[in-house]
């Protein structure tokens, strides 16, 4: 039998219980091994004992000390914890929330709300199915709440959708083939939500998964994101059996607010996470280096991702691998633009250029 | 909003009682000064006074965050630095538990090469010399639990070549 490796004889010296009964016998009857442990020993008591200080402590004065320090950082204090406990939970607004809290970057303040992440741009951020089933659930780690909803509804016209929005509806100067009619319009407004981490929750997630989370770092309990999309607006084309086929929408891309803790702590604590796929981790952390690019979580094995460009800005080009399905996706000032439909890809880069 | 006393757990106090003196040790392991030790033990508390922490895992969580909070200090620069500490406190010799000899010197040299050390390592190695199990520390530092005693072990040989240096005269 070969020598147990280095690290299985210096847990021997502190954890005989922890090394498999075939490595200590092995180690019972190998001189050499036996010499190394010794060794071991013998190092691991020099430096515990040059690492160790005598410390006495007076542990009133420290109590003294900490129990009059002034609250800077007790902002968990203005929390109603009532308010959070009602919290509507919504996936899909809990799915959108961890990706943009995954690609932040930036400071946060003591008191104030700061933009902490623009959208300027979007970047497919290849995931498998069971990948998605796998990210780990952001309300598990938090409280989420609502604070606006969008509103949804359809209105009589263009006219109508942008005096609600304020936004224009990108008007198509040319249908492709195949799609026909007037289209409806649809107007949102903002959504609102706010994300407040907290530890015991996140704890409690985890011990159910059976995994034991990294510390959270200081101050991150209890500290608040805040994000906001919208106002937007679509214009749907639909065939005669009620299949959409062509839509064209504009949004007020997401912005995530902080009141916390600085962004790349909350970001890299979030990538290190159990149950996030490494791979996946990986492009989140390459995309959130200049906290303006939403990572569009695309399903790599339904669809394929390629850019071109749309008047000067880098688009996004999504196209199902069945090739019926497409959709181009850029940012201008902050503003996302989107055209999809059951056309080509190159149809749909045409419109997308001719918009008004 | 007026700011008094920090708004905290009702717990803290018992748990600050129970285990100031051990999150200090676990500081001054790092950092060599008591000093420094009781603000990074303040630090610590704090953080933990404003979580959720169930108070039967404050011990370990406190150990975990009084090691990183030391070490990041310990790199920072905020330290005063070893030459100075060793100036100030003297060349004075103090037996230690395990009947060895240590010079301050030697201890102020031991924590430089800490601070050379990646901050896994180096916190692989301040956990299990604070008493954590193998599974704890690996649990802490994300590492299967197998590599901790590699990691320790390595940690170890680079802080005994400094300890040699300083022992053998050149």
Redesign the interface.
Known sequence: MRHP???????LV??PA?VTDADRAHVAGCPTCLRAVDT?RT???????????????D?DA??A??????????R???VDRSRWGAAVRRPAVAALSAVLLVTGAGVAAANDWLPIFQTERVDPVEVTSTELVQLPDLSAYGDLEVTREPGTEQVADAATAQARTGLAVPEVAELPEGVTGEPVHQAAGTVGATFTF???KA?QAAAAEGE?L???P??L??STLRIEAGPGVAAVWTQPTGVPTLVVARVVAPTVYSSGVPFETVRDYLL?LPGLPDGLADQLRDLSTDAATLPLPVPADLVTSSTADVGGAEATVLTSRDGLLAAVVWVEDGVMTGVAGSVSADELLSVARELR | MPRGRVDVRTDLEEVFRGHYARVVAVAARVLGSRDQAEDVAQEVFLSFGRSAVPAGDAGGWLTVAATHTALNLLRSGRRRSAREEAAGDGPAVVPDVADLVITREERSSVRAALARLPHKQAAALVLRHSGLSYAEVAAALEMSPGSVGTTVRRAESVLLKELNRHASPE
């Open positions: 490796s280095e690290g299985v004889l210096r847990r502190d954890e922890g071991a190092e691991a008591r020099l430096v515990g004992a040059a690492l160790t200080t005598p410390a006495p402590v542990t420290g109590w000390r900490l129990s009059t320090t002034p609250a800077a950082p007790a968990r204090a203005r907290s530890a015991e704890a034991v990294p510390p959270a200081a101050g309990d209890g290190s």
